[in-house]
């Protein structure tokens, strides 16, 4: 029953798929937000610090306590300090997770979710999964939010809102503002916002990163959702945090002790001790430097770039100057096969799959990689 609710054709979702045809075809893997650099030094010394020490009993009251103390600290340290207690603050293994927990400790049956579009493709999962149903709103054509649909489409059976800033696909932040008109729509309701966050160190333009925990009112309603990952760069590590009231993490806590109850404490360790020497600001500019570098050495091919991207680590570019005849699945399929280049169909970001023209390709990779990438598509195109 639940599994019929995932509605992934062929049972696996882009992500999966295009990682095993580049696989196949020994592609450059630009599809997926995934690292091909070695891990910082500290980090493996941290993790070596953590083995020898004995960690084998489950980690206390759900997540190591000087985790626990580095996030308040980190979360201190921000440009816009975000003050934290203990009692608002939950250890994930990954924010994907963090995601599916938080709609599960209030989602029912029938109830509706806003998903704004296009945007990372397990939302919806994470809603249908609770037999609740998505609302997909696409947003304006520059990217921003169309306020007027969202206001139309709140119902009785609206209980949630899922906002991503920095936004996987588009690259595009959220403004005090933004978060100002959110609430004007939901302020007379009981509609709580999920919060996407896990790129917010990520961030290349004069628009700084705010969290909806920066609202005064929002950070009342809902859950933020960070990732380690994404921060230090290191997928492979499934670990990030969630941010909520005491309420909104003690009714999270609920259904998070029934499934990991705790992260990997070893893990858990490393990363409280690299979170406090981590300097967020280096490792923006050294982002910085690889989208400037990619949207470089695409100008040189018969791409059309989008915007460049404000924040987290993609960059859309259109082919339809090149190519008109092929989808962007088929496209991405082709660039595969001939340049050894992974890139995500832009259509996978929208619930029915509808063709864009368009491409995600993530500059998150060894400058190396890039060069490389750029010239097979020099050479195919
Ligand atoms: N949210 C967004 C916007 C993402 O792009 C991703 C992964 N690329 C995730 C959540 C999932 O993060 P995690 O791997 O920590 O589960
Ligand atoms: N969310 C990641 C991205 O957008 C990939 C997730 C995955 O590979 N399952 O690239």
Redesign the pocket.
Same mark, same amino acid.
């Given at each position: 029953m639940i599994l019929e609710n995932l509605q992934i054709e062929n049972g696996l979702n882009i992500f999966s798929e295009i990682a095993e045809l580049a696989a196949q075809y020994d592609a450059l893997n630009l599809a997926?937000?995934s690292p091909d650099s070695p891990l910082d030094q500290r980090l493996k010394k941290f993790l070596i610090d953590a083995a020898s020490h004995d960690m084998n009993p489950y980690a206390a009251a759900f997540m190591l306590p000087v985790l626990k103390e580095s996030i308040i600290q980190f979360n201190a340290r921000r440009k816009f300090p975000l003050k934290l207690h203990e009692s608002e603050i939950m250890v994930v293994p990954? /924010?994907?997770?963090?995601?599916y927990v938080a709609f599960a400790s209030f989602l029912k049956p029938g109830d509706e979710v806003i998903i704004l579009e296009p945007?990372?493709d397990?939302y919806r999962h994470a809603v249908e999964i609770r037999n609740a149903k998505p609302v997909f709103i696409d947003l304006k054509q520059n990217n921003e939010p169309d306020w007027e649909k969202i206001k139309s489409s709140v119902s009785k059976k609206t209980k949630a809102i899922i906002i991503?800033s920095p936004?996987?696909p588009t690259g595009k932040i959220w403004s005090a503002a933004d978060w100002d008109l959110l609430w004007e729509i939901i302020e007379n309701t009981q509609i709580v916002v999920i919060s996407?966050e896990?790129?917010d160190v990520l961030h290349y333009g004069r628009q700084e990163f705010i969290s909806a925990y920066h609202h005064p009112e929002i950070r009342h309603r809902c859950f933020c959702?960070f990732?380690?990952?994404?921060m230090f760069h290191i997928?492979g590590w499934? /670990?990030?945090y969630v941010i909520a009231s005491p309420e909104n993490i003690s009714a999270f806590s609920r259904i998070h002790q029934c499934l990991t109850f705790t992260v990997n404490a070893h893990a858990q360790y490393a990363l409280s001790k690299y979170l406090d020497v981590f300097d967020a600001e280096k490792q923006k500019l050294l982002f910085l430097e690889k989208r400037n570098l990619f949207n470089n050495l695409m100008r040189d091919l018969p791409f059309e770039l989008a915007e460049p991207c404000e924040g987290?680590y993609f960059q859309t570019v259109n082919f339809l100057n090149y190519n008109s005849y092929l989808s962007d699945k088929e496209f991405s399929e082709l660039l595969v096969r001939k340049a050894q280049v992974a890139a995500v169909p832009y259509s996978a970001f929208y619930h029915d799959k509808k063709n864009t023209g368009k491409l995600r390709f993530c500059f998150a990779k060894k400058d190396e990689t890039l060069f490389q990438a750029a010239e097979n598509l020099k050479r195919m195109l």
């Open positions: 997926q937000g990954g /924010a994907t997770y963090g995601i945007c990372y397990t991503n936004q996987n996407d896990v790129y959702v990732s380690f990952e994404k997928s499934k /670990a990030g987290g």
